[in-house]
């Protein structure tokens, strides 16, 4: 597909389970991000891969959240022992920095997300 | 620190008049800001940037401003119509993209 992809779009746990959430960006999109978004709150940066880079890990709330990114392309993001505030909608998206007239820009392209909630 | 603000209160306008919304920053010195949509249970969809040496982009309906000495962008959306009824945020280009919390527009019939 041409676009960002999700999965799975809904997951329901028990409270100290772990989930395992999968992005897989636009081919050739060399940057990826995770957000999460809670119920009418705003994007909430967690972390961040750039290239062969070391990840910008620095939105990650707790050490229960961890990412990798495989070869370069999809991504998963790892909530070890779930709680109940962990429940959210979690966002990906990639994006490519394009060399423009002006300078190079980055322009979000993201998924439709995986909707988390944690009983 | 480093704060990109949007108002947290939702617009509501009636059909057909201007849509201000408004993107105060401190302490970022961005190459560019950009904006985006948001409609429910979707992730957020790109619509225009500008540069830092811009003052004004048009698109369509859309017009944004830049002002790097007031540190703040406006984004107008003119003749609006209820299908333009979802959540605007603004994003800073800083390191990485950086996002507001977004503003909810209501464009009532």
């Known amino acids: 597909g041409a676009g960002v992809s999700q999965s799975p779009s809904n997951k329901v746990t028990e409270k100290g389970k772990d989930v395992e959430l999968r992005c897989d960006p636009i081919s050739g999109h060399t940057a990826l991000y995770w957000y999460r978004q809670s119920l009418g709150q705003g994007l909430e940066f967690l972390i961040y891969f750039q290239g062969n880079s070391a990840p910008d890990k620095s939105g990650l709330p707790s050490d229960r959240f961890s990412a990798e990114r495989t070869g370069g392309s999809v991504s998963t993001l790892t909530i070890q022992r779930t709680q109940q505030e962990d429940s959210a909608v979690y966002l990906c998206a990639s994006s490519q920095r394009v060399g423009l007239a002006g300078g190079p820009v980055e322009t979000q392209y993201f998924g439709p997300g995986t909707r988390l909630l944690v009983l | 620190s480093q704060k990109i603000e949007q108002n947290s209160e939702a617009l509501n306008i009636q059909e057909g008049k201007t849509a201000t919304l408004t993107c105060n920053y401190t302490?970022?010195?961005?190459?560019?800001l950009q904006w985006y949509r948001q409609d429910p249970g979707r992730g957020p969809v790109f619509l225009l940037l500008i540069r830092e040496n811009e003052k004004e982009k048009r698109k369509e309906r859309l017009k944004v401003t830049f002002d790097t000495t007031l540190k703040q962008s406006l984004f107008h959306i003119t003749a609006s119509q209820p299908a333009d009824s979802a959540t605007y945020l603004c994003a800073l280009y800083f390191q990485k993209l950086v996002f507001g919390t977004g503003t909810r527009l209501l464009v009532s019939p």
């Open positions: 302490n970022y010195s961005p190459a560019y």
